[in-house]
């Protein structure tokens, strides 16, 4: 079946930088739309970032000039580089993979900023 692991993940203070990565297996990765999404407690899941297989990328507007998201197609691992982390991105982040209709998601890391 299709596998998305997330990993970077952890405790930030404000202002710090992460970088996001999800490993992608049985899936034609080259061909999926791949995108991040996060849910922080108490609220609903949110689009963060998405790529399409042409590479064109668009952003939540929260997020947007603070984290760029990447694709490598050769090793089938999609990234999201978060900089000027703020307490509100707390959240766990979830990778997802929409291919030949069908949704797929990661089991999420979580991201912590302390101010």
């Known amino acids: 079946q299709v596998l998305l692991v997330e990993s970077g993940g952890g405790l930030v203070q404000a202002g710090g930088s992460l970088r996001l990565s999800c490993a992608a297996s049985?899936?034609?990765?080259?061909?999926?739309?791949m995108g991040w999404y996060r849910q922080a407690p108490g609220k609903q899941r949110e689009s963060v970032a998405v790529?399409?297989?042409?590479?064109?990328?668009s952003y939540a507007d929260s997020v947007l000039g603070q984290f760029a998201i990447a694709r490598d197609n050769a090793k089938n691992t999609l990234y999201l580089q978060m900089s000027s982390l703020k307490p509100e991105d707390t959240a766990v982040y979830y990778c997802?993979?929409?291919?030949?209709?069908?949704?797929?998601w990661g089991q999420g890391t979580q991201v912590t900023v302390s101010s």
């Open positions: 049985n899936i034609r990765f080259s061909s999926a739309t």
């Open positions: 790529i399409s297989a042409g590479g064109s990328t």
């Open positions: 997802n993979a929409v291919y030949s209709g069908r949704s797929y």
